[in-house]
Nanobody, 121 residues
Framework: VQLQASGGGLVQPGGSLRLSCRAS????????MGWFRQVPGKEREFVAA????????YYEDSVKGRFFISRNDAKTYTYLQMNNLKDEDTAVYYC???????????????WGQGTLVTVSS
């Protein structure tokens, strides 16, 4: 499975961004898709994930109600809509795929490259 993330950039606090992750290759081997983020000096942390087929979703507490994960019908793209962004959301965001439920970075089988999100006035 190959993952290609895009959509990062500079946004002011309170603004919105949508990240995209294009999946290709043996995507049928992955049952879950998700997003993580990482800041320098800290571990990569879980942000959001969804079950690929049933579209059930779950989120890290600090982003609940602000971030929304979704996919297209063809299962070729996963999106992360980020609203009401805060300074502390600044990080490199990574898309991820896994054969089982995504819970932490150890549960991920495939990683995309990161895309930088900077929230600053």
């Amino acid at each position: 499975v190959q993952l290609q993330a895009s959509g990062g950039g500079l946004v002011q606090p309170g603004g919105s961004l949508r990240l995209s992750c294009r999946a290709s290759g043996r995507t049928f081997s992955s049952d879950f898709m998700g997003w993580f983020r990482q800041v320098p000096g800290k571990e990569r942390e879980f942000v959001a994930a969804m079950a690929w087929s049933e579209r059930s979703t779950y989120y890290e507490d600090s982003v609940k109600g602000r971030f929304f994960i979704s996919r297209n019908d063809a299962k070729t793209y996963t999106y992360l809509q980020m609203n009401n962004l805060k300074d502390e959301d600044t990080a490199v965001y990574y898309c991820a795929a896994a054969r089982g439920r995504i819970s932490d970075s150890q549960s991920v089988n495939y990683w995309g490259q990161g895309t930088l999100v900077t929230v600053s006035s």
